[in-house]
């Protein structure tokens, strides 16, 4: 009797799963135009590993579907931008790629098609870190080039989707339309813009002014800029410090653009 109400309990549940799965298979449908063939592929590819801490029954995590992801979002990426732009150089190239699937693109992508919401996860910052995205997006509609500190398990989901699709379909055409319609709009080279890190050693080195960088993070979260021997840009972020290092980098180069400004117009009043 014992072991025929395990065996029924058992089977309840199986059918639960396999609904909760047509459903999300449904769900996603609606938001991408593509169906499923394997639930439990897609699954995987909301599953956080977080999350199987707490449920040891469920099935893996989305960090292999994840590497697949990746791969696929770069050639298909790369294969796009030869086929559209045969006259840009393969470094030019290699940046608009780049622009197009790094962290904060794709975190924008799962946010503004609410993929997040289906994630499966056991991390209870994640929430906030996504309030803080949304209020930091509306001040960079297209991207920040590093600004802001967009989610990576945002970027993450969008990866193990694209994943999930390439492997359930087994074609690079289907996964195509599908991560063409995610991206939209893509980055293009009138759209790209330049690290504020690389613009302002550019400017420096235009001008023949000296730079130096002072590293105050693992003390105080600061990143400051030194041009010719005046501080000019300072920033202070403590939960990453490659976004202090391009805020301040940003306030160094608009403060150092318009002082260029400022002695130019001077000497031509003179």
Not at 79 to 100: C, D, F, I, M, V
Request: charged share 30%; net charge negative.
């Amino acid at each position: 009797m014992e072991n025929e109400q395990k065996l029924l309990h058992s089977m309840q549940n199986h059918d639960l799963e396999n609904q909760s799965r047509q459903k999300l298979v449904q769900e996603i449908k609606a938001i991408i135009g593509y169906e499923f063939k394997d639930s439990k592929l897609l699954e995987q590819a909301f599953t956080h590993h977080s999350y199987l801490d707490q449920d040891k029954t469920s099935i893996e995590s989305y960090e292999r579907l994840e590497y697949v992801g990746d791969a696929v979002l770069n050639f298909l990426t790369a294969r796009e931008h030869y086929l559209s732009y045969p006259n840009l150089a393969p470094g030019q190239l290699t940046k608009l790629r780049a622009a197009n699937v790094d962290t904060e693109k794709l975190a924008r992508v799962a946010f503004n098609f609410k993929l997040h919401t289906f994630l499966r996860h056991k991390k209870p910052k994640l929430a906030k870190q996504i309030e803080d995205f949304e209020k930091a997006i509306l001040e960079y509609p297209i991207h920040s080039t590093g600004l802001i500190d967009a989610p990576k398990n945002l970027a993450d989901l969008v990866e193990s989707l694209v994943g999930a699709i390439y492997m359930d379909s087994n074609s690079m055409d289907t996964t195509w339309k599908i991560v063409e319609k995610l991206l939209d709009p893509m980055i293009t080279p009138s759209t790209v813009q330049t690290h504020p890190v690389t613009m302002l050693y550019e400017e420096c080195q235009k001008n023949k002014a000296k730079i130096d960088c002072k590293d105050f993070w693992d003390e105080t979260g600061e990143i400051e800029f030194i041009v010719d021997g005046e501080s000019i840009g300072k920033a202070k972020y403590t939960a990453k410090k490659s976004i202090a290092n391009n805020r301040a980098a940003q306030e160094a180069y608009r403060k150092f653009v318009e002082k260029l400004r400022q002695e130019n117009t001077g000497h031509d009043q003179h």
